[in-house]
Structure formats: structure tokens, C-alpha cells
């Protein structure tokens, strides 16, 4: 009987969100998170935090460029593709 693959929550985000923007957390917290969550309203995105050594970043997830690329107009940050060719 052969194994099964582990998939994990990382790689599922990837696949079903692979437009995403990271966003380094300031000391304080995100001023404009409730804008920020007002513009994900109504549309299928999800948020999640990430850490890199002693510094926090929160990574927003879209299924489409678009609105990745709104996103990131309106509230800075940095674009990343997960879409693995």
C-alpha cells in the first residue's frame, strides 16, 4: 500500500490563492487593518500571519492578479506569485 502525500496548509493557500501580498507589521499594529478588511469584504481572501526571524509580516491571499494588485496599490506592500510553473 503506498503512502499518501502530506499536503500542507501552506501549499494549499498557495494553490488556491496564489496572488499574494505581505505586508511587514509595524510595532503598533496595521492602522488601516479595518480598511484593509473592509476591502476583502464580500470576496473570497484570506489573511494569515507569517513570521521571518523577529519580524511579522501578514500575507494577504487572492485568488485573482487584480485584486491582489489593488490591494497592494491602495495599502503598499509586496506582491507575491505562488504560482509554481
Known amino acids: 500500500m503506498a ?5 500542507t496548509t501552506k501549499q494549499i493557500i498557495d494553490r488556491d490563492y496564489p496572488y499574494q ?16 478588511y473592509a ?18 509580516f501578514m500575507r494577504w491571499c487572492f485568488q485573482e ?3 491582489a494588485d ?3 496599490a491602495e ?3 509586496r506582491r507575491i506569485d ?3 510553473s
Open 70 to 72: 489593488n490591494f497592494r
Open 65 to 67: 492578479r487584480t485584486l
Open 75 to 77: 495599502f503598499g506592500g
Open 82 to 84: 505562488a504560482i509554481t
Open 3 to 7: 503512502g499518501r502525500r502530506k499536503t
Open 21 to 36: 501580498v505581505e505586508l511587514k507589521l509595524p510595532w503598533g499594529g496595521f492602522r488601516a487593518l479595518d480598511g484593509m
Open 39 to 56: 476591502f476583502c469584504r464580500g470576496s473570497k481572501i484570506t489573511a494569515h500571519p507569517t513570521r521571518r526571524g523577529l519580524e511579522c
